[in-house]
C-alpha cells in the first residue's frame, strides 16, 4: 500500500508559478511510475503529465507542455509538478497517482492521493 499527499497549492495570478509537491509513504515508491491530474469543478478529470519510475522520462497534456515539469526524487519519496506561467484555465484540484502504465495513462492508477487546489485569478 502506497499512500499519497499532495501539498503546495493555493492562489495566484496569471502569469505566477507554483510547485506541486506528492509525498509517498511506503518503500516501493520508486517502483512505481507517477502521474499527475487534474480536475475542475463540472468537469472530467484530465490527465496532466507522467513520469516513469527513474524520473528519466515524461510525457505531457498539450495544454500544459512547455510549462509544467514533472520531476521526482526517489530518495524522498516525493515527486514535483512545476507550474509556470499559470493561466486561470489551469484552475482545478491537482492529484498525484501511482500509475499502472507509465506508456498508457488511460489505463487509470494504483493508488491516488487526496488532491491540493490550485487557483488561478486573471
Known amino acids: 500500500q502506497v499512500q499519497l499527499v499532495e501539498s503546495g497549492g493555493g492562489l495566484v495570478q496569471a502569469g505566477d508559478s507554483l510547485r506541486l509537491s506528492c509525498t509517498a509513504s511506503g518503500r516501493t515508491f520508486s517502483s512505481y511510475a507517477m502521474g499527475w491530474f487534474r480536475q475542475a469543478p463540472g468537469k472530467e478529470r484530465e490527465f496532466v503529465a507522467a513520469i516513469n519510475w527513474s524520473g528519466g522520462n515524461t510525457y505531457y497534456a498539450d495544454s500544459v507542455k512547455g510549462r509544467f515539469t514533472a520531476s521526482r526524487d526517489n530518495a524522498k519519496n516525493t515527486v514535483y509538478l512545476q507550474m509556470n506561467d499559470l493561466k486561470p484555465e489551469d484552475t482545478a484540484g491537482y492529484y498525484c497517482?501511482?500509475?499502472?502504465?507509465?506508456?498508457?495513462?488511460?489505463?487509470?492508477?494504483?493508488?491516488w492521493g487526496q488532491g491540493t487546489q490550485v487557483t488561478v485569478s486573471s
Open positions: 497517482a501511482a500509475l499502472i502504465d507509465y506508456n498508457n495513462y488511460l489505463r487509470g492508477a494504483r493508488f
